[in-house]
């Protein structure tokens, strides 16, 4: 792991862009077994692979990325297309590679794997030229609901931890929720990622605790969500109900619906390999929302 964050810094030294590439191989999230795994093969293995801008686009902000799939699998275009993007405008991106329930994962390692990304970057902040006070999470569907639920459910770190990375808060400064899976109510949520994330016949309990719309507090981050009207596999609902739940608790948010759009489309509808000039109107309202926020200059 030394080895591979030496490089992490000789490319920032460098100036050299990861528009093109990775920056490096993913990073593992624990250097031992990860807790709670059941095997050692890759799908037991969760990951973080680094995007890092140019030196001269570098804004100190960092965006851990969930990809969407379904808690069954993991979106590319939602993943690495998202963080070869937010590197071009000067945003370190972290792609999560969390275990799903495809593999046998139920909650709450989801959870337990984004949180511990999170901290990871905290950790790491003065080698990647990152603030603490700037690291934020991004998700899309079931993604965003990973992302939702790392924006509700989050600790300060545990002070007297023998392990660096467990010291640091896993608290995100803001969330983006990209046509995110927000609850777990029947006829709300998508039925598939329900059942991937917490089992066929869950604990009517476990559905409450993880129906995010219902976990906002007033320590709840800001947040970016974004969905579109026609949207058939997750209905705007779910980002309506979270963002009633930021008024109401004083929040402070960016809401867009668009009225056209499937669902899944990404940084547009021809996904992967998108010029600049066709990125979808929800890009530039987030960078236009982040640099309100001073995340970005």
Known sequence: MTLRRGLFNLIVLLGCSVSVSSAADPIRLWEGDAPGATGKEPKDIPTLTPYLPSADKT???AIVVCPGGGYGGLAGHEGEGYAKWLADNGISAFVLKYRLGSAGYRHPVMLNDVSRAIRLVRSQAAEWKLDTKRVGVMGSSAGGHLASTAVTHFDAGKADSDDAVEKQSSRPDFGVLCYAVISMEDGVTHSGSKANLLGKNPDPKLVELLSNEKQVTKQTPPCFVW????????????SLRFVTALQQNGIAYDFHV?????????????????????????GKDLLYWMRQNEWLK
């Open 258 to 282: 668009y009225q056209k759009g499937p669902h899944g489309i990404g940084l547009s509808e021809g996904r992967n390999g998108v010029p600049a000039n066709d990125v979808h109107p929800w």
């Open 59 to 61: 804004s100190g902000t």
């Open 227 to 238: 969905s579109t009207g026609d949207d058939k596999a997750v209905p705007v609902t779910n």
